[in-house]
T-cell receptor
Framework: AQSVTQPDIHITVSEGASLELRCNYS??????LFWYVQSPGQGLQLLLK??????LVQGIKGFEAEFKRSQSSFNLRKPSVHWSDAAEYFC???????????FGTGTSLTVIP | ETGVTQSPTHLIKTRGQQVTLRCSSQ?????VSWYQQALGQGPQFIFQ???????GRGNFPPRFSGLQFPNYSSELNVNALELDDSALYLC?????????????FGEGSRLTVL
């Protein structure tokens, strides 16, 4: 069965510092991987996705993620965090021919001045 | 382009009652998926509707049911409410029913069951 683990429940970073949010997935075949962001009172917004090809994918708002099959990971990174990046971040995996997304429990990001 | 809209935004019910949540999909999208997000958890797939029929269901009991209308809008109905049904219910529309299709989420309906 598919599953997603986000080991970090909460992360605090200083504005301007780099950021890495971890995501590990469990799926037998090549997964479809996603990162979503949820700001308070908002729905989820897609940051980026990986289907195939180049394992380093670029997304919106300066985010990128790297797919590492050997580690079953899809970590999200940003070189310099802005205060507006404070939000909840969810990693999700979709199974090949299915229509269901499996989400992790999320990582809450706090940005301090 | 109109995004995904959900109503009501907040509601309070008591155990045993029934609730109906509504969702208008993004313009041009023919598929609607519903997710339940409990406090501190990630969204969990309830079911998906495509062409007015259920097109996949997660691990939720039959008292969770839905409808999709010809204009692609959708309803989520929950009967015999339980305390554990308290959650944010997210509707997401997409152009494609498969996971390769990007989901566009509404802001959710927050249900509190007392």
């Amino acid at each position: 069965a598919q599953s997603v683990t986000q080991p970090d429940i909460h992360i605090t970073v200083s504005e301007g510092a780099s950021l890495e949010l971890r995501c590990n997935y469990s799926y037998g075949a090549t997964p479809y991987l996603f990162w979503y962001v949820q700001s308070p009172g908002q729905g989820l917004q897609l940051l980026l996705k990986y289907f195939s090809g180049d394992t380093l994918v670029q997304g919106i708002k300066g985010f990128e993620a790297e797919f590492k099959r050997s580690q079953s990971s899809f970590n999200l990174r940003k070189p310099s965090v802005h205060w507006s990046d404070a939000a909840e971040y969810f990693c999700a995996v979709g199974a090949g021919t299915g229509n269901q997304f499996y989400f992790g429990t999320g990582t809450s990001l706090t940005v301090i001045p | 382009e109109t995004g995904v809209t959900q109503s009501p935004t907040h509601l309070i019910k008591t155990r045993g009652q029934q609730v109906t949540l509504r969702c208008s999909s993004q313009s041009g999208h023919n598929t609607v998926s519903w997710y339940q997000q409990a406090l501190g958890q990630g969204p969990q797939f309830i079911f998906q509707y495509y062409r007015e029929e259920e097109n996949g269901r997660g691990n939720f009991p039959p008292r969770f049911s839905g409808l999709q209308f010809p204009n692609y809008s959708s309803e989520l109905n929950v009967n015999a409410l339980e305390l554990d049904d308290s959650a944010l219910y997210l509707c997401a529309s997409s152009l494609v029913g498969k996971v390769t299709g990007e989901l566009f989420f509404g802001e959710g309906s927050r249900l509190t069951v007392l």
